[in-house]
């Protein structure tokens, strides 16, 4: 079983967009080391908790609960999220392009990078805790310039959330009630 690209690839438009939650220690790790790594050149950033600037990219605190998002800055209207951005991320990275093409063809690879993903996803502040203060990114994303206009979202695997008592999400208040 060979998996699909997301729509993303292979021209995005640089720098992309990730958004990520800013109040999860787990997140913002993954976050720093791309700083380091990246300094600003084919990643900006935006805190999941910015309800202001998503909004700009019709992006809800609800939709941001499966998982982080990888946005081109040229295409709003369409990205990905949850595993398949943590793949495209990596995929843009110097050497990234190989290494993801050999894991999307390795079914049972991905499968598992899916399935770890999610989990890490649901437990990262039982597992990893929160921040009292949302991390802002030094290379924020800019304003949507005028490609503001609504969005679809694209997943691979298991991306969408499953809120536990143990698992505390940022926007609990405005999720639907169960």
Same mark, same amino acid.
């Given at each position: 079983?060979?998996?699909?690209? %997301? =729509?993303?690839? %292979? ?30 050149? #084919?990643?900006?950033?935006? =805190?999941?908790?910015?309800e202001a600037t998503l909004a700009q990219w019709h992006i809800t605190p609800a939709a941001c609960q499966a998982g982080m998002i990888l946005l081109d800055p040229a ?5 990905? $999220? ?6 495209? @991320?990596? *995929?843009?990275?110097?050497? &990234? ?6 894991? #999307? ?7 598992? &990078? ?6 890490? *996803?649901?437990? #990262? ?5 929160? #921040?009292? $203060?949302?991390?802002?990114? =030094?290379?924020?994303?800019?304003? !949507?310039?005028?490609? !503001?206009?609504? @969005? ?7 991306? $969408?959330?499953? =809120?536990? %008592? ?5 926007? +609990? +208040?405005?999720l639907p009630p169960e």
């Amino acid at each position: 079983m060979t998996a699909t690209t %997301p =729509p993303l690839a %292979p021209s995005i438009t640089l720098p992309a967009v990730v958004i990520y939650d800013g109040n999860c220690n787990f997140c913002v790790t993954f976050v720093k080391l791309l700083e380091q790594w990246d300094q600003g050149q #084919r990643f900006v950033y935006v =805190p999941m908790q910015d309800e202001a600037t998503l909004a700009q990219w019709h992006i809800t605190p609800a939709a941001c609960q499966a998982g982080m998002i990888l946005l081109d800055p040229a295409h709003p209207q369409a990205y990905v $999220q949850g595993s398949a951005a943590a793949e495209e @991320i990596t *995929r843009l990275l110097p050497g &990234g392009n190989g290494l993801i093409a050999a894991y #999307r063809n390795w079914a049972t690879l991905k499968g598992l &990078g899916d399935a770890t993903y999610a989990t890490l *996803r649901d437990h #990262r502040y039982a597992w990893f805790g929160g #921040r009292s $203060q949302t991390y802002r990114s =030094p290379y924020p994303a800019p304003a !949507c310039g005028g490609n !503001c206009s609504p @969005i679809t979202a694209v997943s691979s695997g298991p991306d $969408q959330p499953s =809120p536990s %008592p143990t698992s505390p999400q940022p926007f +609990d +208040d405005e999720l639907p009630p169960e």
